[in-house]
């Protein structure tokens, strides 16, 4: 079983920055792929952005919509997956979910879920 915790979340006026982070359970965490989703209010959840698991050749997987502003990075020896949000708009307000799950399906249909964080962007 995985955990995943999300933290980071918050209130940002539009072309501000924020950084989002997911601590996984230790001893898996290096097994999974991980991604974030994002749902706002009465809105269909949307995929975000993946990397491939550790102990390989590192892969990145972006959403159009958040392609050159967004950036995902993890650090195996602390556990945790980080998502970089920079130049945010008032359309990236939303709940932001950690996913985890073998990368081929992560962005599609992932096997854990966290308990998700607000980003609310102002402008």
């Known amino acids: 079983q995985v955990q995943l915790v999300e933290s980071g979340g918050g209130l940002v006026q539009a072309g501000g920055s924020l950084r989002l982070s997911c601590a996984a359970s230790g001893r898996t965490f290096g097994m999974y792929a991980i991604g974030w989703f994002r749902q706002a209010p009465g809105k269909e959840r949307e995929f975000v952005a993946a990397i491939s698991r550790s102990g390989h050749l590192t892969y990145t997987y972006y959403a159009d919509s958040v392609k050159g502003r967004f950036t995902i990075s993890r650090d195996n020896a602390k556990n945790t997956v980080y998502l970089q949000m920079n130049s945010l708009k008032p359309e990236d307000t939303a709940v932001y979910y950690c996913?985890?799950?073998?990368?081929?399906?992560?962005?599609?249909?992932?096997?854990?879920w966290g308990q998700g964080t607000q980003v609310t962007v102002s402008s």
């Open positions: 996913v985890a799950g073998e990368f081929v399906k992560v962005r599609s249909n992932p096997d854990y």
